[in-house]
């Protein structure tokens, strides 16, 4: 027998039982290093899994979340930076126009000289800033219209306001695309910040001295004299027009809750599907209170606010205060990185192609596919354990499930130097290398154009619903399919040197959660093609939304200090939590089958763990993150997802197999007396 020494471990094995190679060690390390052995895995699984990731890792001063995803994404960027900054005479006309937005982008000195101007020219174009103006009189009131002003910022800025009307596919039949109607975002990230005390309160104050400083800058340039009392009266206008907006917005899940009704639109009928039609309906009541000066004075300022990120130093600065009371980030991110986030997420096809080309194995794709198959047939055999459904209604869920469309890696075309289509979905677009603001504006109008167009064209069912770079995956439900995007198919996620413990516990359950979208609150109302539709027995919808009810309540009592006590909300996240809570389970069983084929892997260097129990710590190990407090209470209001930690100990308490692996007692803290299962 031989003894292997370990920080913290000890581990007495044979030597033919240990993995040896430089893969198996660094997995290995990673996996310790990121470990609490002080801590014990049936009282706070999270924490022993990810306590000495969490104090190894501090938050950067630009971030108000700092996670696993996080330091993914960060290295991405990375890889663009070095592929958007090298010169290369062969670069396609796609990737061509990418470089450019991106050096135009980088170009500081420039956007610094010109300062205001754009800005300026921007405010002129859609019928000015009264606040920001003394030109704004009776005469420009009598010829102003709500309804062309809207249909300026929407057509040529893609700007949503008061009213978010896009197309999509129809939820009715996914063949084709219809007119939706809904209630647009707001200037604050929820409805909270516009009543609630504490953090919120704080913020709405940053909010308002925000909007005053940008119409004060905008007078100053302006060379008109500064009148600072009514600049601030004007603005708490803007902001009582806003939150009375906010009043009437609901934050429900408005996914399921549509009617469809058919408008007219300058002698043409069109149907349209409608969401929040109480929202619609409270809106002329809310308008009719307000002037038309401050209408206008709040449509221009939601235009502007997303523009100052592309403006100089000093309108940045205006913003400072509001960004670190929102976010809790004291230092804005490197002006680099906002560079590549803005092309890539404007040019997602042109930056996926250079990214992938870089980095991507393409073996990964065949070896993820088969994964994809592996825990597909996994879900399916599933759902002869649940006694909560009948079986009329699991044969239609078998079919649905094993009807999943994949997308993997990337779309092909972007890497054929003979396809064309890269090319000629950027053709329209002309950039210049010294104009940022105006490249922005111009995509904008690209992408209304390309938004408005869909109506009449049929649904491409091989579109990508995102690009290649992306640390993410997806399941679309009118598509009926799932996208694992070449940014995620990395450690601690997938490697083809790793274990296939880490492998299953990483990527298998991203894979198996994208499936089990296609099964919560929202995706059961779709059946295999992508058409809403009502595939489930009366008996077995009732037993769902029981079963959904103890994740409801399991969730909604997990309480967030780091969010001033607020509990996490059971209602909101349940798509996510069932989706979680379905991943781990489907790929854990596909797992122990894998084994079943091909025998248990042998151990890793210092970990005294069985492969069952690598599983369930990387499967923890990818959700280790931190978070700031001010972004925990926005987050727990906006996040569709729970908590970081949540994610890890609500899923596991619920899943008998985790308590058997590490020994949990019945009624520990991992192991409670009750448990709740949906899939």
């Not at 009541?285 to 449509?299: A, E, G, K, P, W």
């Not at 759902?383 to 993997?408: F, N, Q, T, V, Y």
């Not at 938004?451 to 995102?466: A, Y």
Request: with cysteine; glycine share 6%; proline share 3%.
């Amino acid at each position: 027998m031989l003894t292997l020494t370990f920080p913290g471990h000890l581990l007495l094995s044979s030597l033919n039982n240990v993995c040896t190679t430089a893969d198996c060690v660094t997995a290995a390390a990673r996996l310790l290093q990121n470990m609490d052995t002080s801590v014990k895995p049936c009282d706070n699984f999270y924490q022993y899994a990810c306590g000495g990731w969490l104090e190894r890792h501090v938050i950067p001063e630009t971030s108000s979340r700092h996670s696993v995803f996080d330091i993914l994404r960060d290295k991405l960027e990375i890889v663009l930076k070095g592929v958007l900054e090298t010169e290369n005479e062969q670069d396609r006309d796609a990737i061509k126009k990418a470089k450019t937005l991106y050096s135009s982008c980088m170009n500081e000195s420039l956007i610094e000289q010109r300062d205001s101007l754009p800005l300026l020219k921007l405010i002129d174009s859609i019928g000015d800033w009264p606040v920001a103006s003394d030109d704004w009189n009776i005469t420009t009131e009598e010829a102003w219209s709500l309804e062309d002003t809207l249909a300026t910022l929407t057509s040529r800025f893609h700007k949503k306001i008061l009213l978010d009307m896009y197309v999509w596919t129809d939820d009715r039949d996914s063949r084709q695309h219809i007119i939706y109607i809904d209630q647009p975002g707001l200037g604050m990230p929820s409805r909270d910040y516009y009543f609630n005390d504490g953090n919120y309160k704080k913020v709405r104050e940053a909010y308002l001295h925000f909007m005053v400083s940008i119409a004060k800058i905008t007078r100053e340039d302006r060379n008109l004299t500064q009148d600072d009392d009514h600049v601030w009266e004007e603005m708490m206008q803007v902001l009582e027009l806003e939150t009375d907006i906010a009043n009437v917005s609901t934050s429900y899940n408005r996914k399921v809750i549509k009617h469809k009704y058919v408008m007219c639109f300058v002698q043409l009928e069109e149907e349209v599907v409608v969401y929040s039609s109480p929202y619609l309906e409270k809106m002329n009541d809310v308008l009719s209170r307000h002037s038309i000066r401050t209408m206008q004075n709040y449509l221009t300022w939601q235009l502007i606010i997303d523009r100052v990120n592309s403006l100089s130093r000093r309108f940045k600065d205006a913003r400072a205060r509001y960004r670190k009371t929102l976010y809790g980030t004291t230092v804005e991110d490197a002006w680099w990185r906002e560079c590549i986030r803005y092309v890539q997420s404007s040019m997602e096809n042109a930056v996926g192609a250079l990214y992938v080309r870089e980095t991507f194995a393409g073996e990964s794709k065949q070896m993820v596919s088969d994964l994809i198959g592996k825990i597909q047939k996994a879900y399916v055999e599933t759902l002869e354990e649940l006694s909560w459904m009948d079986a009329p209604s699991k044969e239609k869920a078998r079919e649905k499930a094993m009807a999943i469309k994949e997308h993997i890696g990337y779309p092909d075309h972007i890497l054929q130097e003979s396809n064309q289509k890269l090319d000629q979905e950027y053709a329209h677009l002309n950039f210049s290398e010294e104009h940022y603001f105006e490249n922005i504006l111009e995509n904008l109008k690209s992408e209304a154009h390309k938004s408005l167009k869909k109506l009449r064209e049929p649904v491409d069912p091989d579109l990508w619903i995102i690009g290649a770079a992306v640390v993410n995956a997806f399941y679309s439900p009118n598509r009926n399919q799932i996208v694992f995007p070449a940014g995620i198919l990395q450690p601690p996620f997938f490697s083809k040197h790793q274990h296939q413990a880490l492998n299953f516990g990483g990527i298998g359950m991203v894979i198996g959660h994208e499936i089990t979208h296609g099964f919560d609150d929202n995706g059961r109302n779709f059946d295999k093609d992508g058409n809403m539709l009502n595939w489930w027995s009366n008996y077995s919808a009732e037993h769902f939304k029981e079963q959904s009810q103890c994740m409801v309540q399991q969730y909604g009592n997990f309480n967030w200090k780091l969010a001033g006590g607020q509990n996490v909300s059971g209602i909101s996240t349940l798509g996510e939590n069932i989706a979680d809570n379905g991943g781990v389970r489907q790929a854990y069983k596909a797992y122990l089958k894998w084994v079943e084929m091909e025998g248990e892997e042998p151990h890793l260097p210092g970990l005294d763990m069985d492969h069952k129990q690598l599983f369930f710590l990387n499967f923890a190990q990818v959700w280790c993150g931190a978070y700031r407090p001010e972004y925990a209470s926005q987050s727990i209001k906006t996040d569709s997802h729970s908590p970081l930690e949540y994610r890890v100990l609500g899923s596991l308490q619920n899943f008998e197999a985790f308590s058997e692996a590490f020994r949990c007692q019945k009624g520990s803290a991992m192991n409670p007396e009750q448990k709740c299962r949906v899939w």
